[in-house]
Nanobody, 122 residues
Framework: QVQLVESGGGSVEAGGSLRLSCTASGDTDYSNCMAWFRQPPGKEREAVAS????????YYLESVKGRFTISRDGDDVTVYLQMSSLQPEDTAMYYC???????????????WGQGTQVTVSS
């Protein structure tokens, strides 16, 4: 089992920045990959970014490339999502997820955090 606790969501104006954090505890085998997904209102959940241990082999959703950066701390138990140049279309519930391997498919994520809301106003 892996427990994921997120923090850092909030409300910002377009062009602003936020940093999300997610700390994992429990079976580290299932935190080999840590990822961020988001679910906008009325839409399906989608993968935003993911990273293996030590931040190797990262993935980014095309629409966030150059604006969002995923990183992991030195102990590999916390993953961050630095979000810059936020736009209203980035408004969503953001979820941290972990798995043995990285995949953009929601079904492949093994454990989920409770979610943190990000709201971007125009």
């Amino acid at each position: 089992q892996v427990q994921l606790v997120e923090s850092g969501g909030g409300s910002v104006e377009a062009g602003g920045s936020l940093r999300l954090s997610c700390t994992a505890s429990g079976d580290t085998d299932y935190s080999n990959c840590m990822a961020w997904f988001r679910q906008p209102p009325g839409k399906e959940r989608e993968a935003v970014a993911s990273a293996y241990r030590r931040g190797s082999s990262t993935y980014y959703l095309e629409s966030v490339k150059g604006r969002f950066t995923i990183s992991r701390d030195g102990d590999d138990v916390t993953v961050y999502l630095q979000m810059s140049s936020l736009q209203p279309e980035d408004t969503a519930m953001y979820y941290c997820a972990s798995a043995g391997w990285c995949s953009p498919n929601v079904a492949d994520a093994r454990f989920w955090g409770q979610g943190t809301q990000v709201t971007v106003s125009s």
